[in-house]
């Protein structure tokens, strides 16, 4: 198990090189004539997406949150691009992946990764940036935009973590097949600095937010707020974009 994973974290994890590759996409099945830039900001991984389906097969649940294919637009060096795209969230690959109609079930285009590229789909911002983890090396990755004032903002980091089969020893222990499962993080950042992770706590957002402590304060108090439901933090950044 462990040789068939390293091989799907081969495919997966390899730096990406920008395509050179002449990919016209003409005129769009709406009849608009294709930016040309599109043309610039995919990478094809046919040989390697095919290989990783195969690996992953064997793996119980989905690399996904959504395996479907939404509409999307794409934000180019500050520039939306006409043409109109369907994207998913690979996030296991931490990948997003494109095809042309909402009907394909597999993809052998993805998303260059840039800070200078975002994307939205059905009304979600996603964001290629940096961040900064407690205990842990700087990293960069994609964010889902929560909240993103002129002083605060406010990311959520979903992706997908492979778990190796493990076997049971005894008659006590259960037997787990390998599997993907969920991993949540949050990260805020102020003033267009790094982006820091905070856990949904009150006491962690107090600490991670030092020089705005009374304002906290007096606005949970205000609300009965822990700080502990994700729309409740919202809510705080909202507010504190207003001070």
């Known amino acids: 198990m462990k040789k068939s994973f390293y091989i799907l974290s081969l495919f997966f994890t390899l730096t990406f090189l920008h395509s050179q590759t002449g990919k016209g996409y003409g005129i769009g099945s709406n009849g608009v004539q294709s930016d040309g830039r599109l043309i610039d900001i995919f990478e094809n991984i046919k040989n390697r997406a095919n290989s990783a389906t195969k690996a992953t097969a064997s793996i119980k649940g989905s690399p996904y949150f959504d395996e479907g294919f939404k509409t999307a637009q794409v934000e180019y060096f500050g520039t939306v691009l006409k043409d109109n795209i369907y994207l998913r969230y690979n996030a296991f690959s931490d990948e997003m992946e494109m095809s042309k109609t909402s009907s394909q079930n597999s993809s052998e285009d993805i998303l260059i990764k840039n800070n200078k590229v975002a994307c939205v789909i059905e009304g979600e911002t996603y964001r290629y940036l940096g961040y900064i983890n407690e205990n842990q090396p700087p990293a960069v990755g994609y964010v ?100």
């Open 144 to 243: 889902k935009e929560l909240f993103k004032g002129s002083v605060f903002a406010f990311y959520v980091r979903e992706t997908k973590v492979y778990m190796e089969a493990t076997t049971a020893r005894t008659s006590l222990e259960r037997s787990f097949p390998a599997r993907f499962v969920d991993n949540i993080d949050y990260y805020y950042a102020v003033e267009n600095g790094p982006l820091q992770e905070v856990k949904l706590s009150k006491k962690k957002i107090l600490t991670a937010l030092k020089p705005y402590t009374n304002d906290i304060r007096a606005f949970i108090d205000e609300n009965d707020y822990k700080l502990k439901k994700l729309q409740e933090v919202v809510d705080l950044f909202t507010f504190l974009e207003t001070l």
